[in-house]
């Protein structure tokens, strides 16, 4: 009896050993932009091969309009995945347990240089700055201060749209969460629309992400945003680009607290985390292609994870790598088709997880 008792505690500590390693950083994730439906096997290869090993849990695939959507054909890419297809990436994580969430960019990011995208394109009474017009040669900064175009928040008709949007691509996924994006949004509640002139941008912004919850929330799913929008970036001086400049960032207080925050910083590791933390949301913090970066922002994550009441502790929810240049040309990159610097995405991908499977 003795020796059972012994093996047993022996057994019990073992195990909670490994539930205390594997607690360290819950969220390990991975985002990056949906392949084209030709390049879709090679990526479904890497999942396997390059993110289970590396003990990826969670992969947010930016699809946007890349999806043969039907409740809005009009609204879809040309040779856009399928439900085939996607069936593909969700049998696959579904295989190494990684959570799936598909992105498409809600409120700002509508239009990029000097292409206008689907969804203003095709509904284009859904624009904020309709008076503002798409530049043959896009320059930044520019007299119309035209990064992205965002759609009207008030509008009575958008929401239709882009909720069918979301249900659908939802569905198609078989998620339980949904990235919207709402990241860089300069326009928001301009002067020039008929609607917004004269809001407050802060409940602008917050009205927004409410009701794209909300909407979430009605099918037991979690709403993702990035978190720029929600620091203040005079007071921190962090700039307009990783924080906000025009006063959205009070809509911090107006959200809703299951809203999962996604806070990138590039350059530098900003000690944002726990602001958003001692607001009670829930964070990850996401870099994108300077190693030494991410290995600070996974101390980080980690150490305040290790020093914070239960409270918090459980709202620093871990990592994710993000990568901006699209799928195939990331694979290239990271199995060296192409030349990689030292501070690049493949670079900063292998450096970070190297850096996360220390503490599991």
């Not at 392949?35 to 990526?43: C, E, I, S, T, Y």
């Not at 039907?70 to 297809?85: A, N, R, V």
């Not at 590791?269 to 602001?275: A, I, K, R, S």
């Amino acid at each position: 009896m003795k020796r059972i008792v012994v093996l047993f505690a022996f057994l019990s500590g073992v195990i909670c050993f490994v539930f205390a390693q594997s607690e360290q950083l819950p969220l390990r994730g991975f985002c990056i932009a949906a392949p084209d439906a030709g390049h879709l096997d090679a990526f479904v290869k890497f999942i396997d091969e390059e993110l289970a090993p590396r003990k990826v849990n969670t992969l947010v695939l930016r699809v946007d309009y890349n999806y043969q959507y039907t409740s809005h054909p009009e609204l879809k890419d040309e040779g856009g995945l399928s439900k085939i297809d996607v069936k593909k990436l969700v049998d696959i994580c579904r295989k190494h347990s990684i959570r799936l969430i598909p992105q498409v960019n809600l409120l700002g990011h509508q239009s990029w240089a000097g292409h206008v995208g689907n969804l203003l394109r095709v509904y284009p009474e859904f624009d904020e700055t309709p008076n503002v017009k798409m530049p043959e040669k896009y320059h930044w900064p520019n007299a119309d201060g035209l990064y992205c175009k965002s759609y009207c928040p008030l509008h009575p008709g958008v929401h239709k749209v882009v909720f069918d949007l979301m249900d659908e691509i939802c569905d198609a996924f078989q998620t339980d969460a949904f990235h919207a994006g709402m990241d860089e949004v300069f326009y928001i509640g301009h002067d020039s629309c008929t609607r917004c002139a004269g809001h407050d941008k802060a409940e602008l912004y917050a009205g927004e992400v409410n009701a794209i919850r909300n909407h979430l929330a009605l099918k037991n799913r979690q709403l993702w945003i990035w978190g720029d929008r929600l620091i203040d970036g005079k007071s921190t001086g962090i700039g307009a680009w990783e924080s906000s400049m025009n006063n959205t960032y009070r809509a911090i207080d107006l959200i809703a607290k299951d809203v999962m925050v996604c806070d990138w910083h590039y350059d530098r590791p900003d000690q944002t985390p726990v602001y958003f933390a001692m607001k009670g949301l829930s964070v990850v913090t996401c870099p994108w292609r300077k190693p030494d970066c991410a290995v600070a922002q996974t101390q980080d994550m980690v150490r305040l994870r290790k020093y914070s009441t239960p409270e918090m502790k459980n709202r620093y929810q871990g990592m994710m790598q993000t990568v901006w240049s699209g799928a195939n040309s990331f694979l290239d990159e990271f199995y060296g088709k192409k030349e990689a610097g030292p501070e690049s995405e493949s670079a900063c991908f292998k450096a970070l997880f190297d850096e996360i499977n220390k503490t599991l």
